[in-house]
């Protein structure tokens, strides 16, 4: 018998299956309890970093949109990176914050469910995503007299909606099916928010087939952007070198950088923490990673698209000055 978070038998507050188990109808978030002592500060901590994202990743959104000469193919990504951010940020630390000031840290199956979809979803927009912009810095610096037939306005929006669909398409089938599963035991999620991993471990049933096909989803949707990526930097570094002045090879290399840059801190934490062996995971690692790529990755990605990019400080320079765009 199949139990979905939409079925009739989840309307119970005690279901028994197998005889002598609990059917879980909500998870308890472990999340930083161990940590009691510091609850108020990690909570302040956290708003920061919130309220810092949100409202940097809606000035980067505004100003491009004002700024005519910020309405580029790389700027048009730059858009869709950073309503992404703030959705990813949104869908996590609210709900973490208020877990460190209460007692009761539940969240109901329904809850976990939603949250999952949209992290999901998400995450894998951002790896999508963050090749489209790789390839669009490919074309520019390797095919530059080609770059406005290449990467024309339909292009740069099919490669945008392409993301956004795959993501949504991919990982709502994945996360249907992992709540497919029945959830016994204490239910206590030994994380911050309900990530794929410590969810799958609370199954009352063998879960090997669906880690396997698990493991097999992200090698093909997050090592295949990542090899996309890879492959688009080597051909920029050798057209790179192949600039005769040192200029040249400097305003080149600038106009990748920040993308680098975001795309080491995002893949480094996500290989780690979905194609590591499950011998080697455990909470505390797992959720060590997860604030990298979950908090601060999202805040750090207004600070490298500002403070390393030349004509956005430029533009917002001018905004705040209030002198002609």
Known sequence: MEYSFLSPQMSVSESIIGGNQTLCTKFTLVAFSSLAELQVLLFAMFLIIYVFTVGGNAIIICLIWVTPSLHTPMYFFLVNLSFLEMCYISN??????????????????AGCAAQMYLFTILGLTECCLLAAM?????????????YNLLMGPRVCIKLAVSCWAIGLVVESAQTTWIFTLPFCGTGQIQHFFCDVIPVVKLACVDTSYNEIVLFVVSVLFIMNPCLLILFSYIRIFIAILRIPSAAGRGKAFSTCSSHILVVSLFYGTALFTYLQPKSTHTPATDKAAALMYTVFTPALNPVI??????EVKEAFLRLIQKKPL
């Open 305 to 310: 698209y500002t403070l390393r990019n030349k």
């Open 134 to 146: 790789a390839y669009d810095r490919f074309v520019a610096i390797c095919y530059p007299l080609h």
């Open 92 to 109: 996590v630390v609210p709900q973490m914050m208020a877990h460190l000031l209460v007692e009761n840290k539940t969240i109901s199956l």
